[in-house]
């Protein structure tokens, strides 16, 4: 299940959680667009702009006693001050931004492994290369795989740019099952 989309040109979600519930929040931020649109003012809503209305729709539905189950992780281009934006938000409407996310289990198995890497590469003074980036999110995925009955194997990796977000394809990461 493709759990990722974009909002607007330069704004990716993501979420865990109940399907349905992102379904809503993908409806409901995507009437949000549309509207944005039939204004024709030339102005879009900002990575930091669709995370202020995520939040307050998640703090909505909690506090009506109706919450919507669901971390979310909001990426994205500021293209006013020209910094990439990283921030997660939870079903209470808690929201926080850094420089690394993950939700539910992975912010307990992933989020060390993401850190210790980051760490490293401002200690060398480079930030992570394209390459490494994405075989340090492969290593996290196969720690949770390995970790968690119900997971799966078939991952999606995107990608935030000034040009843009770009989504891959699901594809299987390798595992070594001789282990156990």
């Not at 979420?15 to 944005?36: A, K, N, P």
């Not at 649109?37 to 729709?57: I, K």
């Not at 850094?98 to 480079?126: C, N, V, W, Y």
């Not at 290369?129 to 390995?146: D, G, H, K, Q």
């Amino acid at each position: 299940m493709k759990r990722m989309v974009n909002l607007g040109d330069k704004t990716l979600l993501g979420t865990s959680g109940d399907m349905s519930d992102f379904q809503h929040i993908t409806r409901l931020l995507h009437q949000y667009h549309v509207t944005e649109q039939c204004h024709d003012d030339g102005h879009s809503m900002t990575p930091r702009q669709w995370f202020t209305a995520l939040a307050a729709v998640l703090y909505k539905r909690r506090t009506d006693g109706n919450p919507l189950w669901t971390g979310n992780v909001l990426a994205g281009f500021e293209p006013q001050s020209g910094e990439l934006f990283l921030g997660s938000c939870d079903l209470l409407g808690t929201q926080f931004e850094s420089d690394s996310i993950a939700t539910g289990f992975g912010s307990h198995l992933a989020q060390p492994l993401l850190r210790e890497a980051l760490d490293q590469a401002k200690a060398r003074e480079q930030p992570l290369s394209e390459a490494e980036a994405v075989a340090l999110i492969e290593r996290c995925m196969r720690v949770l795989y390995y970790r968690d009955a119900r997971s799966l194997d078939k991952i999606q990796i995107a990608k935030v740019t000034r040009a843009g977000v770009t989504i891959s394809e699901p594809y299987i990461i390798d595992s070594d099952w001789s282990i156990a």
